[in-house]
């Protein structure tokens, strides 16, 4: 069954744009306000930006101006825009509920930017 799956990462130059797809159980999405997060190597996960289910958006200070989140009712996704990119937004990026369960963990989407 569909929990939460992440695609859209890839090799990406600096400069460039990306956009993420997080595909959701509908249970998931209508019950909860939705996040993206990442891992970069060596650092711990951070919370990257949410999305509330009244479409209120919050992005970390690195990202804010660059990356946009969003998401399609009618299809229970969420996704996240990235323009600009820079080497440091290198990282694998998941998505979860803005409280994370850690069930709802997936694999994630690797996003590489090279300089």
């Known amino acids: 069954q569909v929990q939460l799956v992440e695609s859209g990462g890839g090799l990406v130059q600096a400069g460039g744009s990306a956009r993420l797809s997080c595909a959701a159980s509908?249970?998931?999405?209508?019950?909860?306000?939705m996040a993206w997060y990442r891992q970069a190597p060596g650092q711990q996960r951070e919370l990257v930006a949410y999305?509330?289910?009244?479409?209120?958006?919050n992005y970390v200070d690195s990202v804010k101006g660059r990356f946009t989140i969003s998401k399609d009712n009618a299809k229970n996704t969420v996704y996240l825009q990235m323009n600009n990119l820079k080497p440091e937004d290198t990282a694998v990026y998941y998505c979860?509920?803005?409280?994370?369960?850690?069930?709802?963990w997936g694999q994630g989407t690797q996003v590489t930017v090279s300089s």
């Open positions: 509908r249970s998931i999405y209508r019950s909860n306000d």
């Open positions: 999305i509330t289910s009244g479409g209120r958006t």
């Open positions: 979860n509920t803005y409280r994370p369960m850690s069930r709802y």
